[in-house]
């Protein structure tokens, strides 16, 4: 089975202690590591495996995809519109 490790901010060292012991582990433990906090990025790593035997998973991959794009697109023309100094998100 596929590891995804997520190091979790917090305590002295802001979670880099966490990422250290994910990164360290020995040979043959194979863990895919996503940054401090990065919950997010290991939800869509795992869809995107999954998404090598699911269609289903694929074609909604596939729809977030493209949502992102459009939200990119629609903050770059705001941006362009309202300059640096003006734009809010």
Known sequence: ?????????GGALGGTDALYSILQMPPGI?????????????GLLAARILATSDDAVLAKL??????????????????QEVGYKNYTK
């Open 62 to 79: 596939k729809e977030y995809k493209a949502s992102l794009k459009d939200q990119v697109v629609a903050k770059d023309k705001k941006l």
């Open 30 to 42: 194979p863990v895919a590591t996503v940054a401090i906090n990065g919950g997010a990025n290991a």
């Open 1 to 9: 089975m596929p590891v995804i490790g997520i190091p979790m901010g």
